[in-house]
């Protein structure tokens, strides 16, 4: 059957297509500018072919929200050092921050509609759920095994850290060194001072 292989590697890629074209536009534009007829013009093709990926714009944005969300997906913890882990996984969002910074200014866009569409609010969640408990745990392991301070809120510790995170897009003027910075002084001020 290599005829359906290549029809799935070709749908598998004018979806990527479809989503790269919405990505852009709402980067570019915000939601104020996201016309589904636009985005198909843009892949070359026409609304009932988007519509045959994509049923719903609906469907489109949260493909859009789950594609993001995937690639910010915490890195693998590691089992005997959770300083470590933290400073990896706050390394791999800079990382993807300073590579892609449009993914942020979406991932904002959509959170800001979420406030008001509930199919959307539920992926975010999902998603912000899993980032806290992920964070949460590291929070709790490292204090644990003494690398992070013993009188650290675990709670506290996670809403910073997602709070610098999210926020990244948030400021205009942050260059990587500044965002260096801020992750090495978070790390710094929930290490164990025996362990710096």
């Known amino acids: 059957m290599p005829g359906t292989r290549r029809t799935a590697a070709e749908g598998e890629q004018r979806r990527t297509q479809i989503l790269d074209a919405a990505e852009r536009t709402i980067a570019r534009t915000g939601f104020e500018g996201f016309r589904v007829r636009d985005i198909a013009d843009q892949v070359g093709i026409n609304i009932a072919t988007l519509h045959y990926y994509f049923p719903t714009k609906q469907a489109l944005i949260e493909a859009m929200a789950q594609r993001i969300v995937r690639t910010l997906k915490p890195v693998q913890p590691s089992l005997h050092d959770a300083r470590q882990a933290l400073t990896n996984h706050i390394g791999h969002i800079l990382t993807r921050f300073a590579a892609n910074r449009d993914q942020f200014v979406i991932l904002n866009e959509l959170n800001a509609r979420a406030a008001r ?33 013993a009188d650290l809120d675990p709670e506290g510790a996670t809403v910073l850290v997602l709070g610098f995170l999210k926020g990244l897009v948030a ?26």
């Open 171 to 196: 400021q205009l003027d942050l260059t990587p060194q500044r965002c260096r910075q801020a992750a090495d002084e978070i790390i710094r001020a929930v290490t164990a001072r025996d362990h710096e």
């Open 117 to 149: 569409d509930a199919e959307l609010h539920g992926v975010l969640r999902a998603y912000d759920e899993d980032w806290a408990d992920y964070l949460r745990d590291t929070f709790v392991a490292g204090r644990a095994a003494g690398q992070f301070r």
